[in-house]
């Protein structure tokens, strides 16, 4: 059984900064892409960033130069590092597992999922 654990969401003031974990379990992720989507309320789940199996990163034009996402495969853990937070940026954020790694933009090519963790920015 694969499992995804998000945590470190919170509420943060606007151009603060927040980091994010995804605890796998059940599964090593060092042959898998692995990847960080988010969905604000009445929104679809969108794209903000993912890292390869060969430790390629890819990121949304809307988050880059102020997140950065990494891993370490001794913990099975992947981060997302959030600086200079804006009130658009609240919106619950989720970690996915994929084990085709293509199109990693995509919320389709991701096999498994995290519950979510919740990032709130205030103005």
């Known amino acids: 059984q694969v499992q995804l654990v998000e945590s470190g969401g919170g509420l943060v003031q606007a151009g603060g900064s927040l980091k994010l974990s995804c605890a796998v379990s059940g599964r090593t992720i060092s042959l898998s892409t692995m990847g960080w989507f988010r969905q604000a309320p009445g929104k679809e789940r969108e794209f903000v960033a993912a890292?390869?199996?060969?430790?390629?990163?890819y990121y949304a034009d809307s988050v880059k130069g102020r997140f950065t996402i990494s891993r370490d495969n001794a913990k099975n853990t992947v981060y997302l590092q959030m600086n200079s937070l804006k009130p658009e940026d609240t919106a619950s954020y989720y970690c996915?597992?994929?084990?085709?790694?293509?199109?990693?933009?995509?919320?389709?090519?991701?096999?498994?999922w995290g519950q979510g963790t919740q990032v709130t920015v205030s103005s």
């Open positions: 890292i390869s199996w060969g430790s390629g990163t």
């Open positions: 996915g597992k994929s084990r085709s790694g293509s199109p990693l933009r995509s919320s389709s090519a991701y096999d498994y």
